[in-house]
């Protein structure tokens, strides 16, 4: 074995060894609300405490690189940090200073900047602030502090020769790569802690290094280390330094810049809580992230908690644009509204993988108008019951014990989910249970004709729900509303502008009905009742529902209604399709069970090089083939195949025959 071979396999092993995690011990422990939350360092639930055991909660997470438009899977990942955030801060209290950056240099910055014509910073400008409206559109809260990697340039070079200097990083052909066998022979460090398994995957270290400087490799040392520093080619964007002109290798960035913000803070080695970001950046990214700042700084982990969201998948599939199912954030929010985003990824672990598609959001759908609907009916609950100086009876009994039970069960429920790893569905579980619980008190003082509705225990449902709602981001912080979800409008416009569009389709409906009752036509009469509530009051906010013997108004947000009903009507007409092309296959099938097996061999059709050929070419006396188009004989699987068809046409062509004769 030769001494690279050797030096190799020893760095493999050491990668491949267990990860060892220092659990935080602080010197006092004055804050802890017993969360347990997934370590992607230790692949495990773990208890969760802050460095200083107190409430302050130090984050970074690896914000976008900048080169197009932010895509679902951007959405996957920072709007479920944001929810995971909400939950740390408004549920159980805890002070979090989020650190997010902006890769605003790359290789797919360059590579895209000089395709269109246009300077880096243009591009990455352009694209950065799409990022920051759309994250606004999705109702995700801004960081606290933000970085951009062309902010840091002279803190990087720094950084980077200090590695030099303790013999963990070198200098090759005007380029600086990080000795990955020196620091993991190092004491007190570890290399690859989050995939020790993916150590030699030459893919993914070939993708970490970037398009631009494949060419370079032969200046490693080893196959394993990685670029902290790139030398510049000609038509490059460059930055001066002590090895000469050049750019930041990508996993450098995150590390100077966290390492930065926190030591500012006064975090000694600029050390962090949490650091999060996409589970396709585990390796190589985040484990060289590590790896950097620990070499940098000496300490022995640089991470507390490193958490991961999970894989987003369209209808089963990786989005790509050349599978025609990518879509950017943009397109989502022209079909689906962000709360109903929201509820999507809310009904899936934020670390679990997740399929985005009709089905999915159509669930979300139904979430969102399960919730909708709880508040009305409690809203109208509260409203017929009066306040607390009406004549209205108080006294509790079984009925209100009863929801009173539930409301107290589902707050149990929902801080047991938040504490098991920020468990979103559990607590989407448990506030629809007593929604049902609602549902049943609400409908037995329906049908009672002495029992009425008690107020307060109403109440205290639909406040806690709401409360949760807010922590989830699914009700705005600013909302203005006590209890449920807001709808747009305004209360001090004049009374005329607001009253107009109303009394414009109350005219037109009330002529419409007259006109059809003079020609007594009582289906025209009804015909314009639906229309009325289905095409009019809609984009006026205002949904109307017929109950047994009466009608509800509710308010809502315009558009939302009028989603709703294109929603709707987008997917009847879907069904409608779909029955369509059912019975078209049908009748495809029926016609196709005519032909005899014999005839329907020699009938099949394959695709050779985009033009339709006959799949067999000769045949045996019992009708089978026993040759290919191409006069190539038939293997003994592709025989066994060949039967397969013959029997499922035989099969078929036999009912048609029976049908026949049945209808004789």
Known sequence: MSD????????????????????????????????????????????????DGDRHVRWYMCGPTVYDASHMGHARTYLGFDIIRRILTNYFGYNVTLCMNITDIDDKIIDRANTRGISITELSRKYEQEFHEDMEQLNVLPPDVLTRVTEYMDDIVTYINDIIVKGLAYESNGSVYFAVEEFSSAANHQYCKLCPEQVNNAELLAEGEGKLTQEFTSDKRSPRDFALWKKSKSGEPSWSSPWGEGRPGWHIECSVMASDVFTQMGIPD????????????????????????????????????????GHLHIQGLKMSKSLKNFITIRQALEIN?????????????????????????????DTEKKFVEFFHNVKAALRNAGGLVSDQAQRWGDEEFAL????????????????????????????????????????????????????????????????????????PDNSGVEMGFPFD??????????????????????????????????????TAC??????????????????????????????????????????????????????????????????????????????????????????????????FHDGEELKKNQLKTAKKEFSAQKKANDKYMKKLEQQK
């Open 4 to 51: 690279n071979s050797k030096d190799e396999s020893k760095a493999e092993v050491s990668c491949k060894m267990a990860t060892t995690w220092i659990r935080p011990n602080p010197t006092s422990m004055n804050y802890n609300v017993g969360l347990n939350m997934m370590n992607s360092l230790t692949r495990e639930k773990e208890p969760f405490v802050t460095m």
């Open 270 to 309: 600029g050390r962090m809580d949490i650091h999060s970001g996409g589970v396709d950046l585990k390796f190589p990214h985040h484990d060289n992230e590590m790896a950097q700042a620990e070499a940098h700084s000496g300490c022995a982990q640089w991470v507390n908690y490193f958490v991961h969201s």
């Open 337 to 365: 509204t962000a709360r109903q985003i929201r509820f999507c990824f809310l009904k899936h672990q934020y670390n679990a993988p997740m399929d985005y598609g009709d089905n999915t959001l159509r669930g979300a759908m």
């Open 404 to 475: 009173d039970a539930a409301t107290t069960a589902c707050m149990k429920m929902v801080d047991k989910a938040f504490r098991d790893d920020f468990d979103t569905p559990g607590v989407l579980t448990a506030l629809s249970d007593l929604i049902k619980d609602m549902n049943k008190y609400l409908e037995a003082v329906e049908i009672s004709d002495t029992h009425k509705v008690i107020a307060l225990v109403v109440r205290r449902a639909g406040l806690f729900v709401t409360k949760i709602l807010k922590v989830l981001g699914l009700i």
């Open 489 to 526: 409008g305004t209360d001090d416009v004049n009374r005329e502008e607001a009253l107009a569009p109303i009394l414009d389709v109350l005219m037109s409906f009330r002529s419409t009905v007259r006109d059809a009752a003079r020609a007594k036509d009582m289906k025209g009469v009804l």
């Open 530 to 627: 639906d229309e009325f509530r289905d095409d009019d009051l809609p984009p006026l906010g205002i949904r109307l529902e017929d109950k047994t013997g009466t009608s509800v108004w509710k308010l809502e947000d315009a558009a939302k209604l009028v989603l709703e009903r294109e929603q709707a009507i987008a997917q009847k007409l879907q069904k409608e399709e779909e029955k369509r092309k059912a019975v078209e296959i049908a009748k495809l099938k029926e016609e196709a069970a005519k032909i005899s097996p014999i005839e329907y061999m020699t009938q099949i059709l394959i695709d050779v090089e985009n033009i339709k050929v006959k799949k067999y070419s000769k045949f045996g006396e019992d009708g089978m083939p026993t040759h």
